[in-house]
């Protein structure tokens, strides 16, 4: 919930809106954002879907995360291959239970402003969420949720990954010893590092927000699929469409991952503490 009310959603609003948006440069979006509502604009979509999303988060994706992390760390993976397993099994359970609907509901949010610029008055949350499920049911509020697991198990098992592959790093630039405890603005710049570097996935992210989009385009394709969408994205606007909102999509990685990872692992310290139990999958 921190993560998403403080830095979160204002850059995952510019990132979603560059990616729909693909002729738009960065002010551009910004522009367009701020016509929306001003600085509330930067917040659409925040309640309540973001906050649902972000609540599954800490629910399926860290403790699933960790498990699987554990288990992997036991069967004698390394540190790195056990963040990318622990990231993967983490982001598709989040992905599945509850992160499709919501980020499709972010999306329509975020993308049916056109219609106001239109003369029409768009209709509330709950409204527009009713009117997809009456017309389209479960599959309709839950529209590329295939591409949203793609999105969520690449991102996350870069993110640990990569986290703490960083990690180890810092250990053996600093001296210090496996298992070691590793200082707050170490845990923070492993993360950072790992979160930036999780970026090379845009263009699933830019398929994402294309098939959940409901921005007027008479040239999309019916009944999108990830292979479609692609093709289309590249057609229209080549390789650099693919990579729109790749620069607030680095900051989004950065802060959520300094949150999930280097905060997370805090947390279960905190936890340690007060319970005196061993808490799996941390550093």
């Not at 599945?96 to 609907?101: I, K, L, V």
């Not at 707050?184 to 492993?190: C, N």
């Not at 959940?212 to 390789?239: A, C, E, F």
Request: proline share 3%.
């Amino acid at each position: 919930m921190f993560e998403v009310t403080t830095l979160g959603q204002p850059l995952e609003v510019i990132k979603t809106t560059m990616a729909a948006n693909r002729g738009d440069s960065f002010g551009d979006s910004l522009r367009r954002v701020w016509g929306r509502g001003g600085a509330l604009g930067f917040y659409q979509g925040l309640i309540p879907w973001a906050w649902i999303e972000a609540s599954t988060k800490g629910a399926v994706l860290l403790f699933v995360a960790s498990e699987a992390e554990y288990y992997a760390r036991s069967f004698g993976a390394s540190d790195f291959v056990s963040g990318i397993s622990g990231g993967i099994a983490g982001g598709v359970a989040q992905a599945y239970a509850t992160m499709g609907f919501c980020t499709c509901m972010k999306t329509v949010e975020i993308t049916r402003h056109k219609q106001a610029a239109a003369g029409i008055k768009p209709p509330g949350s709950v409204a527009t969420f009713m009117d997809i499920y009456r017309r389209e049911g479960i599959r309709g509020i839950n529209r590329g949720v295939n591409a949203v697991a793609i999105r969520q198990m690449t991102n996350w098992g870069s993110r640990f990954g990569l986290s703490r592959l960083a990690e180890q790093g810092i250990r053996n630039v600093t001296g210090k010893s496996e298992g070691e405890k590793l200082a707050a603005w170490e845990k923070i710049l492993a993360s950072g590092l790992g979160g930036g570097l999780s970026a090379w996935n845009q263009p699933i992210e830019v398929i994402r927000v294309e098939m959940q989009s409901k921005t007027p385009d008479p040239n999309r394709p019916k009944n999108l699929t990830v292979g479609k969408t692609l093709r289309y994205i590249y057609q229209s606007n080549g390789l650099k469409g693919l990579y729109r909102g790749v620069t607030p999509r680095i900051g989004l990685g950065v802060w959520q991952t300094i949150c999930m990872v280097g905060m997370g692992d805090m947390a279960k310290e905190l936890v340690e503490k007060v319970t005196g139990d061993q808490v799996t999958a941390k550093h």
